[in-house]
């Protein structure tokens, strides 16, 4: 009767293992991109609605201290910056189109802060994870600063991705958890009159 039950229990161990394999591979096609824009409750619904992208999640990233809180990020002591780390799919979307989204967001001339937010806590900036999307970082800002649509230099800083810190549960996706409060809030800052006036019908949120 043991002989019997090897056999079915040898087959059990190798789906699991043939399950965990396949979950690890799937992991493994996937690729980070990490952005600032400003306040990240504004960063969050422009890469999570696009075909491609699994997750985007607020947080922290390019200061020194570890396991920032928002009260110690937001009063400008700790040197990071709100951010978003989206997790995509490079089979179906590639991150030149994220950077292209990502320009659409924010004012990339503005070296004091975004909006109605000020302090370089809520710079715009572009942490790149490999040498790929530092590259094409660079050939995106070159190009978007080419096409003469801004009359000031682009500021936005494209640097190493240091640790990223996510934010506490209740920033995860706010303009969902509590729509009213983000309304007023984004209709109140400014982004949205300013990124109508640059990019008119060829915006993309």
Known sequence: MKRLLVLPLLLLLGS??????KMMEKQQMTERAIFAGGCFWCME????????VISVTSGYIGGEQKNPTYQQ????????AEAV??????????????LDVLWMQIDPTDAGGQFVDRGSQYRSGIFYVNEEQRLLAEESKQRLAATGRYSQPLVTEIVPATTFYPAE???QDYYKENPLRYYFYRSG????????????EERKD
């Open 16 to 21: 699991a293992g043939l399950a965990e394999e």
């Open 45 to 52: 619904h422009p890469f999570e609605k696009l075909d491609g």
């Open 73 to 80: 990020v937001s009063a400008g002591g700790t040197g990071h």
């Open 85 to 98: 780390e989206i997790v995509f799919d490079p089979a179906v979307i590639g991150y030149s189109e994220l």
């Open 169 to 171: 549960a209740y920033h």
């Open 189 to 200: 800052s400014g982004r949205d009159h300013y990124l109508d006036k640059v990019w008119g």
